[in-house]
């Protein structure tokens, strides 16, 4: 599809348990973002990739989270030791950033993740 | 640390009104603001965005207003339909990354 897909759309995780999150996003967007949404709140940033670069990161929460995006496209969002606290969906977002021009970003669906 | 504040986690307006939601930023960095809608088990979907450099921005039924010097934005929804019930979020960017509100909850009823 020409969106930005995440996988998995659901993902339930025992605590203590290591898991991967994924992120696909347009073909051609610079940008790369992830969020962590909790229930009722907005989305929190945790961090930002510009092609392969990862130029801000100060919103993941713990050494625990960890972001990469290797060649510049899909991008992973590994949680290691997963806490109860953890459980939110996880969003991932792409813009396309012509030029140094400031595009929207375009969201995908989500992964809710929950730890038990 | 919350740089963008939506302080009204709801609104509840007649068909055919306006809907005015308003968006708080306290980064004087922050040089372009975007307007997201939700609907449920959905990624958040763009709006309407705006520069710095502008006042306003108008597509269709929707106009941001942006005074920078109250650090304040606002959309505009008008008439309200009832499709417009979602949940509306600000955004703000400085370069890169996008601070994003709480969201406001709207709700048009018929």
């Known amino acids: 599809g020409a969106g930005v897909s995440q996988s998995p759309r659901y993902k339930v995780a025992k605590r203590g348990q290591d898991v991967a999150l994924r992120c696909d996003p347009i073909s051609g967007h610079v940008s790369l973002f992830w969020y962590q949404q909790a229930l009722g709140q907005g989305p929190e940033f945790l961090t930002y990739?510009?092609?392969?670069?990862?130029?801000?990161k100060s919103g993941l929460p713990s050494d625990r989270f960890f972001a990469e995006r290797p060649e510049g496209s899909v991008s992973t969002l590994k949680i290691q030791r997963t806490q109860q606290e953890d459980s939110a969906v996880y969003l991932c977002a792409s813009s396309l950033e012509v030029g140094g021009a400031r595009t929207e970003a375009f969201f995908g669906q989500g992964t809710r993740l929950t730890v038990v | 640390d919350q740089q963008v504040k939506q302080n009204s986690p709801s609104l509840s307006v007649q068909e055919g009104r306006i809907s005015i939601l308003n968006c708080d930023y306290t980064n004087s960095m922050f040089d372009y603001f975007l307007w997201y809608k939700k609907y449920p088990a959905e990624g958040p979907t763009f709006l309407i965005s705006i520069s710095s450099i502008k006042d306003k921005n108008e597509d269709g039924r929707f106009t941001v207003f942006l005074n920078k010097s109250a650090k304040h934005l606002s959309l505009h929804i008008v008439p309200s339909q009832p499709g417009d019930s979602a949940v509306y979020f600000c955004?703000?960017?400085?370069?890169?990354?996008?601070?994003f509100g709480a969201g406001t909850r709207l709700t048009v009823k018929p």
């Open positions: 955004a703000a960017s400085a370069g890169g990354d996008m601070r």
């Open positions: 990739f510009q092609n392969e670069a990862q130029l801000d």
